[in-house]
């Protein structure tokens, strides 16, 4: 059975200072938490004092953003080796507010993908429709694209390990949630194609998350679908309280 994960997105949220205090603080809430993955996503900035407040608790750390080059003349990029030097083992990668608002493509982020894979980080890769899209119900055909350029030249075993989340893009930051069957109908349809173009194992093995305001009130209810692996979550992260009410209500 695969474990639920829960992936903290903060955005450009907290200072440095507010940032590690956080996690001080989440660290001794979730000390007896099992069954369940957790992972926060801080600024670059707050990315390696974050990490060493966390060592040697079982949350993880990860970079919201990544470039797909090692180096070179690439102003205010960061790359993934400078990431995983600064004690990070995860990263997120094509969130929709990277695709609306920087112009992010299917193509870059399947360049970023590979570098995190050869830095040995852990991808989150983010798929999902517009409100557009799903009007015209195009919500499957956008998925199957992302999915396919997006993990183009990705092998199985590296499927496995790696993370997708599956956010409409209607729901990002704008209080509307798809409904349990909603999710569930795009996650089985993910995981179908996974198995078709992967293999079995691979895609009984990669987690798929749902992400789009996720809240302390809906979570159980997704993690009710056979599908649904658990959550990326936005700004329900950024409180202590509620944060760790979906991490304690995402565990099977």
């Not at 080059?69 to 600064?86: H, K, L, N, P």
């Not at 399947?110 to 894979?117: L, S």
């Not at 009130?217 to 409180?239: E, F, H, K, R, T």
Request: proline share 4%; net charge neutral.
């Amino acid at each position: 059975m695969r474990t639920p994960l829960i992936a903290g997105n903060w955005k450009m949220f907290k200072t440095v200072r507010e940032a590690v205090t956080f996690v001080t603080d989440l660290k001794g809430r979730l000390s007896r938490v099992t069954g369940v993955d957790v992972v926060v996503a801080p600024t670059f900035p707050a990315l390696q004092p974050v990490a060493a407040a966390l060592e040697g608790s079982r949350i993880g750390v990860a970079a919201q953003n990544l470039h797909w080059e090692r180096e070179g003349a690439f102003t205010g990029e960061v790359s993934a080796a400078m990431i995983r030097d600064a004690g990070v083992q995860w990263v997120i990668v094509g969130h929709s507010e990277r695709r609306t608002l920087f112009g992010e493509t299917d193509d870059t982020v399947n360049r970023k993908v590979r570098a995190a894979i050869v830095a040995t980080l852990t991808p989150i890769v983010c798929i999902g429709e517009t409100l557009q899209e799903r009007e015209v119900d195009r919500t499957l055909d956008v998925l199957d694209r992302q999915i396919k350029t997006g993990l183009d030249g990705v092998t199985g075993s590296e499927l496995a390990a790696l993370v997708i989340a599956y956010e409409p893009v209607w729901a990002i930051g704008t209080g509307r949630t798809a409904t349990p069957a909603q999710a569930q109908q795009a996650h089985e349809h993910i995981r179908a194609r996974l198995l078709q173009w992967f293999g079995q194992d691979a895609a009984s093995r990669c987690r798929v998350l749902y992400g789009g305001s996720v809240k302390p009130d809906n979570i159980a209810a997704l993690m009710a679908q056979p599908d649904v692996d658990g959550a990326l979550v936005g700004g329900a992260s950024l409180d202590a309280d509620s944060f760790t009410k979906i991490v304690a209500g995402s565990r099977r």
